[in-house]
DNA sequence: CCCCCCATGTAACATGTTACATGATTGA
DNA sequence: TCAATCATGTAACATGTTACATGGGGGG
């Protein structure tokens, strides 16, 4: 079982929730705002055979057709999907994948505990702080060699790392509150 | 001459600012906050060929060494990045790519009058809120199919934009004071 | 001299896009 | 029956990543 691609954990997140054709999942990533993964056939139908043959999806029938028939999640891909949803954050240079995260807690919803929901979002707002401080720092280090312009850049980026951290204070309020 | 990658053009924006070595633009790459891109040579590389092929990028020293030899933008790679810079904000479904248009307004500031670099960041805001728009109506449309989390990273993704919209602003005020 | 950094490049691989092909089903 | 849509797939292409190869030059 080869690594998976953030796709296939889009795809695997989707069938956690019920059954899909694969033309079902194409009419969701082309109708609502998931992730931002496009619905191209060219990626789904080839992420789907590989989900298949690794096990981790099974055709939901009974199996006689094939066409047309949903696919369904199975316990190999449910425990990927939370072993996926539980690995720590990595950021690589160039920030966090922000809209990937949100994906993720997605999915956190239909397949973690409370607790554990709650941690993701610990996580997330800690890697968020840090993000924060490092691209301040940066800013202080360059700020002779910016132009007024690059120091604008930088600032959006701030302003949309604080707008994540509130957020997660909005998500585990919620989610407290929901309980 | 072919269309160019938004990596071209990060490129063209770097050395339009001074010459640099391929090596050097690696560095930037690497320590800098720029967009987010890469600091791979196989894929760096690739592209400056390809931008010297199309006289978009030429040897800046005497043409003997070409070896650590600095690379400068030509009039033609300066008129392409403006075009660039001028085109038409172009929305894809998934939404608006806030950090590539960041990059761009960076390199506004090096290329376009202040009227241009005003009129650059109406276009983004009002995009912006469009898209505010469409997302805050997904919404609606879609409330009773929606997880509790489905909304909160819907809620994510709508303080995401206002992040934006609020930069643009802010953006705006600091060029007229600049001025 | 040897090692590390400068500097450029290539090869193998992964991934996704566009565009097309195929056949079944459904409604006018 | 004809067109549209459902449903799956493939082929060609673009793009980028990882990892390696190459060679010069400076400092210990």
Not at 11 to 19: C, K, Y
Not at 59 to 82: C, E, Q
Not at 106 to 112: M, V
Not at 121 to 133: C, G, H, P, S, V
């Amino acid at each position: 079982m080869k690594t998976l691609t953030p796709l296939n954990y889009a795809l695997l997140g989707l069938l956690n929730r019920t059954p899909l054709t694969g033309y079902e999942m194409m009419q969701v990533f082309e109708t609502t705002p998931l992730g931002g993964y496009s619905s191209s056939p060219g990626a789904i139908y080839p992420a789907l055979k590989k989900l298949r043959q690794s096990g981790l999806v099974a055709v939901s029938g009974d199996g006689t057709s094939g066409r047309g028939d949903a696919l369904a999640i199975t316990p190999d891909g449910k425990a990927a999907l939370k072993a996926w949803l539980l690995a720590p954050l990595l950021v690589k240079a160039g920030g966090i994948d922000l809209s990937g995260q949100m994906l993720k807690f997605t999915f956190t919803g239909d397949l973690l505990t409370r607790r554990q929901q709650m941690a993701f979002l610990n996580r997330l707002e800690k890697a968020i702080t840090r993000a924060i401080d490092a691209l301040a720092a940066s800013r202080e280090r360059m700020r002779d060699t910016l132009t007024s312009h690059d120091l604008l850049a930088v600032e959006a980026g701030l302003l949309q790392y604080r707008a994540a951290a509130d957020w997660c204070a909005l998500a585990r309020q919620t989610l407290s509150k929901g309980k």
